[in-house]
């Protein structure tokens, strides 16, 4: 009887498979990478590094100021999003006018819509905020629905106290949240007064704020060639795709999931405004209503469940106003995600609702800001971990090519420099003289 193979002799007859050819030629790439990345650090000079120290100090210099006085960079924080979501309408007008003409244009329509937003529409928001809280159903009036609703379907109003129970809860919690928001309002006023320093130094960042963005909107093109004619020949196109991964990530969010939650928000307030002409129920707080359902859409995958929150705290009292803010949520729903909003999010993020969802809701667990912006952060993080490992694979995808994606980012972003600019590669080094060589023999004639 024969013995069994041993698992060494397994091993080797599985090495034994691959073909000589193939396992020299990756061992001679495998060597040549290694020799190409030891000639590459032998060329690193001790100014090089010095340079390299010089970028992190100032970088890490300029983290820490902003960190130590962010209440005053608050409003270029703002700006800056500002300008990035007017680029695309400055870049559409520079075809018309100048380009400083278009971004004044941009920013004055942007400061009047602000204005006229803080004295119109602000006010009205807070007042029906607050008096939403107030006539949201107490636990005891919840409580009293819900035997009501049993009993008109025979069913015992024991079963139906775990839901009476999370209802009076949510009811309860967002009641007093609103009604609360009165006495916030007193210690809000009370904060402002006691950081009048502190709001002086804001004041004068919201006075050079129009200035600030005008000059980032009319030379944004020029400091991209000035960054893109400094930076390495090896790491441009890389770097480049970064930025692209965030302005795919970045434009989808800000261009399309902000615009289509005004439109739902909008739809949804003339919507509820439009019930009693109908023969619905007419509501006193529709601007409310709407501002919470065109808020919940920034948040995806589960934006469209929470923006029917509303609903489910009226219904058990009102079923009347639950069911015609329901009518009136889907068709704007409809209306501002479906029909425009297809147009809006052409770039969409590339992220599996596998993977979105679930990053959602880990992010969320930070607050409400990170819950907003947990889509962008998710996508970024998605696609520069898909960019890196294509880089790093065998054999290494090409730079600049975005996961996704079959051309470049690069040749877009340097698509502005004029045709001269374009043939440079890279920061030309200054001529040096080169010593005298010493006459050759055959030149002298000896």
Do not use: C
Not at 38 to 66: I, K, N
Not at 128 to 137: A, K, N
Not at 399 to 419: C, E, I, W, Y
């Amino acid at each position: 009887m024969g013995r069994a193979p041993s698992p060494i002799g397994a091993v080797r007859s599985k090495v034994d498979l691959v073909p000589p050819l193939e396992q020299s030629s990756a061992q001679a790439r495998a060597a040549r990478e290694w020799g190409e990345l030891r000639a590459r650090l032998q060329t690193v000079t001790p100014r090089a590094l010095a340079r390299a120290g010089l970028f992190t100090a100032v970088v890490g210099g300029l983290g820490w100021l902003a960190a130590a006085s962010w209440p005053a960079l608050l409003p270029f924080v703002v700006g800056g999003i500002v300008a990035y979501m007017l680029l695309p309408i400055v870049n559409a007008l520079d075809n018309v006018m100048p380009r400083p003409l278009a971004a004044f244009l941009s920013v004055a329509a942007v400061g009047v819509t602000v204005a006229g937003i803080a004295l119109l529409v602000v006010p009205p928001i807070v007042f029906q905020l607050i008096r939403t809280g107030v006539d949201l159903p107490t636990g005891t009036q919840v409580d009293a629905a819900i035997n009501r609703f049993a009993a008109s379907l025979g069913t015992p109003a024991e079963s139906s106290r775990p839901v009476a129970t999370l209802l009076s809860g949510i009811a309860t919690g967002v009641r007093d949240l609103l009604a609360s928001a009165q006495g916030r309002l007193d210690d809000l006023l009370g904060a402002v007064v006691s950081g009048l320093l502190g709001a002086i130094g804001a004041l004068v960042g919201l006075i050079v704020l129009p200035t600030w963005m005008l000059t980032v909107m009319t030379d944004v093109r020029r400091a991209r060639a000035a960054v893109d004619r400094r930076m390495a020949p090896w790491l441009r196109r890389d770097a480049w795709a970064a930025v692209g991964i965030l302005d795919r990530a970045t434009g989808s969010y800000l261009r399309g999931y902000v615009t289509v939650a005004a439109l739902v928000g909008l739809a949804t307030w003339v919507g509820l405004r439009a019930s009693p002409r109908l023969g619905g129920p007419e509501f006193r707080e529709p601007v409310a209503l709407a501002l919470i359902a065109g808020a919940t859409q920034l948040v995806p995958a589960i934006g469209g469940l929470l923006g029917l929150l509303p609903a489910l705290l009226i219904l058990p009292v009102q079923p009347d106003r639950g069911l015609a803010y329901v009518a009136a949520y889907l068709v704007a729903r409809f209306v501002g995600s479906a029909l425009l909003g297809s147009r809006l999010k052409e770039r969409r993020l590339r992220v599996h609702p596998a993977i979105m969802v679930p990053g959602i809701v880990a992010i969320g667990q930070f607050g409400i800001l990170p819950l907003l912006l947990s889509a962008p952060i998710v996508a970024i993080v998605h696609d520069l971990v898909r960019y890196a490992h294509a880089r790093l694979s065998e054999p290494p995808s090409p730079a600049g090519v975005l996961p996704g994606s079959d051309t470049a980012p690069a040749a877009a972003l340097t698509s502005a420099r004029t045709p001269a600019q374009r043939s440079v590669t890279a920061p030309r080094p200054l001529p040096r003289r080169l010593p005298a060589e010493s006459p050759s023999p055959s030149a002298t004639g000896g």
